[in-house]
T-cell receptor, first 117, second 113 residues
Framework: GAVVSQHPSWVICKSGTSVKIECRSLDFQATTMFWYRQFPKQSLMLMATSNEGSKATYEQGVEKDKFLINHASLTLSTLTVTSAHPEDSSFYIC?????????????FGEGSRLTVL | KNQVEQSPQSLIILEGKNCTLQCNYTVSPFSNLRWYKQDTGRGPVSLTIMTFSENTKSNGRYTATLDADTKQSSLHITASQLSDSASYICVVSARNSGYALNFGKGTSLLVTP
């Protein structure tokens, strides 16, 4: 099956620093990638939709200047949490849709746990 | 408003027993319904995906059913194993919405020895 890889799987950083998380589709081209945030025992919350070669679309309440998304190629999207604060500590997950797929099967990455001290 | 409701919120069963998880949705017009398994600290893994014309689909010990008329789906797990302990998430898509997904809050399943 299709594989989506996230890196790093976990990261600890100091408050005020920036952290970049990568999401790669390993064996298929993904025109669209999604970034989610998940707090403990909560469902996934969509943060933004990333389309290759264009600006990301952010969900209401998500600060685009704080969560920078870049989708420069058909296999890579990055999420940068800028000036991270402890309240940004969460589990961040990406998903990717295979280009040309009609039903819209999505493949999820393994997630990246961010802890901001 | 498109909503996906799952029940029960949590469930504890003995190893070897069967269980059924429920998903009710109001998403319209309906496109497809997926069940995902999410282990703690991991990303969701797809179990089944069903479109309007499908009313049952199996993946090993997992069997999903769909009643598009009543807008209900169930996930039946047969002969549960300890490794089935996870959160099971129901996700529904609307037609012509591209990849837009409506997530349920999940059912947390614990299988005990």
């Amino acid at each position: 099956g299709a594989v989506v890889s996230q890196h790093p799987s976990w990261v600890i950083c100091k408050s005020g620093t920036s952290v970049k998380i990568e999401c790669r589709s390993l064996d298929f081209q993904a025109t669209t990638m999604f970034w989610y945030r998940q707090f403990p025992k909560q469902s996934l919350m969509l943060m933004a939709t990333s389309n290759e070669g264009s600006k990301a679309t952010y969900e209401q309440g998500v600060e685009k200047d704080k969560f920078l998304i870049n989708h420069a190629s058909l296999t890579l999207s990055t999420l940068t949490v800028t000036s991270a604060h402890p309240e940004d500590s969460s589990f961040y997950i990406c998903s990717a849709g295979r280009a040309g797929q009609l039903v819209g099967e999505l493949f999820f990455g393994e997630g990246s746990r961010l802890t901001v001290l | 408003k498109n909503q996906v409701e799952q029940s029960p919120q949590s469930l504890i069963i003995l190893e070897g027993k069967n269980c059924t998880l429920q998903c009710n949705y109001t998403v319209s017009p309906f496109s497809n319904l997926r069940w995902y398994k999410q282990d703690t600290g991991r990303g969701p893994v797809s179990l089944t995906i069903m479109t309007f014309s499908e009313n049952t689909k199996s993946n090993g010990r997992y069997t999903a059913t769909l009643d598009a008329d009543t807008k209900q789906s169930s996930l039946h797990i047969t002969a549960s194993q300890l490794s089935d302990s996870a959160s099971y998430i129901c996700v529904v898509s609307a037609r012509n919405s591209g990849y837009a997904l409506n997530f349920g809050k999940g059912t947390s399943l614990l299988v005990t020895p």
